[in-house]
């Protein structure tokens, strides 16, 4: 008896380890979720604001798509509007998502997979059901299809089923991806009936069947985009909904023109600016809107990383192959003159990945993080050990004689040399020249004066401006030496950071591994990261990677501010609180007595 008693004892004991989870309403990246099952919004949402009137908002450029799943073509801007995901993420949280297709979500302590059960109401735009066929099929066609970052993000997905009459699962390769099952809830579901029979990899102007709170009114390709708020919207009183997509019109107009841009929101054209450029903040808002009232100018701090703005190497280029020479050229832009001088003293000098939040390495590194980088001793750089990286500095006079002097140094011992005040290879006698390739006019004004600092070592860098569209092709098939670009930064990083930086990137036409970064010691630590246990492994493990990007000298280093700068006409009204990750402009409205401009 004894004997039996313990042979079912330990059976129910392993039956216990191998019983399925149990479904929740959402998961966070680490920890437990903010909210509760019971929430009825989002905390930094007013959920009584009114629905009606139509913003109008700007956009740069052109485009000839409405498909924006695809690397082929420009796709409109707001097309996400018209899409829903599994789950919605809240902005007051570092990484946390709730149920929105997905009525709950199941998975495991070791997240090996992930279910979603779909909700009964979940309906597409032509009133059919969304089904698990359609949540596997989008899989399936946006990771052979679809926009190269999607094979990223979901390439350690190994299988999809269905699961009974509403759920899904998918199961995921060996190893730790713990982010992989948000990441699956941020992925936008297709309707299978409707792409099945068409080219998905092609651009188009037929406005796709989406499940999202709007739809696609009206449009002229290049011009215009206007969406309609769908008063049947199926998931319009689910609590991640509730408080957002108040507006009963969204239109986005393109410009050409940041300066005819800017002219017309003074002119009432369009009802909200979000302001990136330092020079127009303090000079272009003195129009008599302001000064009345009738437009309001406001700075709205965050705490959300500030991402890289860089001068950007192509190190596929044989010219910036050498780490040296790209320090070399760190030395000429002088940050403190351009600061001072052109944009009034507004920002603060990047010298992280992460800057603006506790992701950002500082100091030399902790005991956590040289765990880490002990095992890639030989294949970082020396400083990474024993250096806080700092940005070459100035005194602001614009003539920055000692770094030049550094610069030179470190060119010299490349290889290179002055003849006829002309820097040339010592081998081949080959000049320095590279372009500098731009689509925003705004940034000319940046890259000149640091075209003419290069000049003084002997470098001939040109300056070239193109279209939003040729400049896309260019970048998308690494057909430049150097651009201005950007890559944004979470309070959770994870799968992107292989786009941005990981070998098998560097290679995929159209991804964000736009420097050519092929490094393994870069791939281990992106490796390390995305498996991060918990949020203190996460810090220390972010901290090195951003050590090792910055000492790779990969990019030179601009600026960030930690708040954003809008503007907006008064019909326009926005919540009293804004989250950590910044202003959520969806969750805005119309004030009903408000007057348009």
């Not at 019983?19 to 509760?36: Q, W």
């Not at 998918?170 to 991806?177: C, H, I, L, V």
């Not at 590194?365 to 880490?372: A, I, N, V, Y």
């Not at 070459?392 to 030179?408: Q, V």
Request: proline share 7%; glycine share 8%; no cysteine.
């Amino acid at each position: 008896m004894r004997s039996l008693l313990v042979a079912l004892a330990l059976a129910a004991l392993a039956g216990a380890a191998h019983a399925e989870p149990p479904p929740v309403h959402g998961i966070a990246m680490h920890g437990a979720p903010k909210y509760g099952p019971d929430f009825k919004q989002f905390d930094y949402v007013n959920p009584a604001a009114p629905k009606g009137g139509d913003v109008r908002l700007n956009a740069m450029g052109t485009f000839d798509t409405l498909n924006g799943h695809v690397i082929k073509g420009q796709a409109a801007a707001g097309l996400s509007l018209t899409y829903d995901t599994l789950m919605a993420d809240s902005a007051d949280e570092a990484f946390s998502e709730y149920g929105r297709l997905a009525e709950t979500v199941t998975m495991p302590d070791d997240r090996s997979w992930v279910a979603f059960t779909l909700r009964r109401e979940a309906r597409w735009h032509d009133g059919k059901p969304v089904t698990p066929d359609d949540v596997i099929f989008s899989l399936e066609t946006l990771k052979t299809k679809g926009a190269p970052f999607y094979r990223v993000y979901f390439g350690d997905v190994v299988k999809a089923e269905r699961v009974g009459e509403r759920g899904v699962r998918f199961t995921f390769k060996k190893g730790e991806n713990r982010e992989l099952p948000l990441t699956l809830g941020q992925m936008p579901i297709l309707p299978r009936h409707y792409w099945e029979g068409r080219d998905f990899e092609a651009t188009t102007l037929e406005p796709p069947t989406g499940s999202g709170p709007y739809r696609i009114e009206s449009f002229e390709p290049g011009r215009y985009v206007v969406y309609r708020r769908d008063p049947a919207y199926w998931g319009r009183d689910l609590p991640v909904n509730r408080g957002l997509f108040n507006f009963d019109r969204v239109r986005f107009d393109y410009y050409r023109d940041a300066t005819v841009a800017l002219e017309g929101f003074k002119a009432g054209a369009y009802d909200f600016r979000e302001e990136n450029v330092s020079k127009q903040w303090a000079t272009a808002y003195d129009f008599p809107a302001v000064a009345d009232g009738r437009v309001k100018k406001e700075e709205l701090h965050h705490h959300n990383p500030s991402g890289m703005q860089a001068f950007a190497f192509n190190i596929r280029r044989p010219l910036f192959k050498d780490p040296r020479v790209r320090r070399a050229l760190a030395h000429a832009f002088d940050f403190e003159w351009s600061n001072k001088t052109l944009f009034h003293g507004q920002y603060a000098r990047t010298e992280s990945y992460f800057d603006n939040s506790e992701l950002a390495s500082q100091g030399l590194p902790s005991p956590e993080e040289l765990e880490l980088l002990e095992p890639l001793r030989g294949m970082v750089p020396d400083e990474v050990f024993t250096q806080e990286y700092k940005a070459p500095s100035t005194d602001g006079s614009g003539n920055p004689r000692d770094n030049l002097r550094i610069a030179s140094a470190l060119l010299k011992e490349a290889g290179w040399e002055v003849k006829d005040r002309r820097l040339v290879d010592g081998k081949s006698g080959a000049p320095f020249e590279f372009e500098i390739l731009l689509f925003d006019p705004t940034f000319e004004r940046l890259s000149l004066p640091f075209a003419r600092n290069l000049e003084r070592l002997g470098i001939k860098a040109s300056v070239r401006t193109v279209d939003s569209a040729q400049y896309k092709n260019r970048v998308d098939a690494f057909d430049f030496d150097m651009v201005v670009t950007s890559w944004g930064a979470s309070l959770s990083p994870g799968n992107e950071q292989r786009n941005q930086w990981g070998s098998a990137a560097a290679d995929t036409h159209g991804s964000d591994n736009i420097v050519g970064i092929k490094n393994p010691a870069v791939d281990r630590l992106v490796d390390l990261l995305i498996s991060a246990p918990d949020r203190k492994a996460l810090i220390a493990r972010t901290r090195a990677l951003d050590r090792v990007l910055l000492w790779g000298h990969y990019v030179i280093p601009n600026w960030h501010i930690a708040y954003d700068r809008v503007a907006y006409w008064n019909k326009l009204r926005r919540p009293d609180k804004v989250p950590t990750r910044g202003f959520q402009f969806f969750s805005w409205w119309i004030e009903p007595t408000g007057g348009k401009p």
